[in-house]
T-cell receptor, first 113, second 114 residues
Framework: EAQVTQNPRYLITVTGKKLTVTCSQNMNHEYMSWYRQDPGLGLRQIYYSMNVEVTDKGDVPEGYKVSRKEKRNFPLILESPSPNQTSLYFC????????????FGPGTRLTVL | AQSVAQPEDQVNVAEGNPLTVKCTYSVSGNPYLFWYVQYPNRGLQFLLKYITGDNLVKGSYGFEAEFNKSQTSFHLKKPSALVSDSALYFCAVRDPSGYSTLTFGKGTMLLVSP
């Protein structure tokens, strides 16, 4: 089944404790991205990657890191999480053409205490 | 910069009635437009998209959307609403003139009453 997977689905952590949210897609998509969803703000892009070893900042990159060492994986790293990073996070992927549909993972609900 | 506006936080409609969820956009060139739906505790699911061609686009679950270039709108419609259509709907735009990011509106909650 073609899909985008994320792990963990739920995470409660404390301020300053490094964490990684994994994202993997099995559709051979070149483009991958991370979004956060907050009430009243919709989805905002954190980082995106056009292909392996090519990443760039989205609208809200502060406090986040990403890497793209393999085509299928695009982990999101929070080196020192803070409470304002409590949010619902989505990974997404698509082929490289701009008209292509973007497919989303199931989401990771992160709470930083 | 590209942007999307969904002017209604919530739309209420009775089952069997037609529904419309509004979306307007702003881009520098010809837009690529998308609608997604999010059910509770689920990810976003693709409904339909407009790239080029016919202004009326048909998508999943009986939804359709009409692209209106003069009004810069892309409203989502369905002739007869179902209770199971109750969900959060997002409109999104991508400017094809070299900017690859998909920009989302804030979302509209659709509530269909029995």
């Amino acid at each position: 089944e073609a899909q985008v997977t994320q792990n963990p689905r739920y995470l409660i952590t404390v301020t300053g404790k490094k964490l990684t949210v994994t994202c993997s897609q099995n559709m051979n998509h070149e483009y991958m991205s991370w979004y956060r969803q907050d009430p009243g703000l919709g989805l905002r892009q954190i980082y995106y990657s056009m292909n392996v070893e090519v990443t760039d900042k989205g609208d809200v990159p502060e406090g986040y890191k990403v890497s793209r060492k393999e085509k299928r994986n695009f982990p999101l790293i929070l080196e020192s999480p803070s409470p304002n990073q409590t949010s619902l996070y989505f990974c997404a992927s698509r082929y490289s053409q701009l008209g292509d549909t973007q497919y989303f993972g199931p989401g990771t609900r992160l709470t930083v205490l | 910069a590209q942007s999307v506006a969904q002017p209604e936080d919530q739309v209420n409609v009775a089952e069997g009635n037609p529904l419309t969820v509004k979306c307007t956009y702003s881009v520098s060139g010809n837009p690529y437009l998308f609608w997604y739906v999010q059910y509770p505790n689920r990810g976003l699911q693709f409904l339909l998209k407009y790239i080029t061609g016919d202004n009326l686009v048909k998508g999943s679950y009986g939804f359709e959307a009409e692209f209106n270039k003069s009004q810069t709108s892309f409203h989502l419609k369905k002739p007869s609403a179902l209770v199971s259509d109750s969900a959060l709907y997002f409109c999104a735009v991508r400017d094809p003139s070299g900017y690859s990011t998909l920009t989302f509106g804030k979302g509209t909650m659709l509530l269909v009453s029995p």
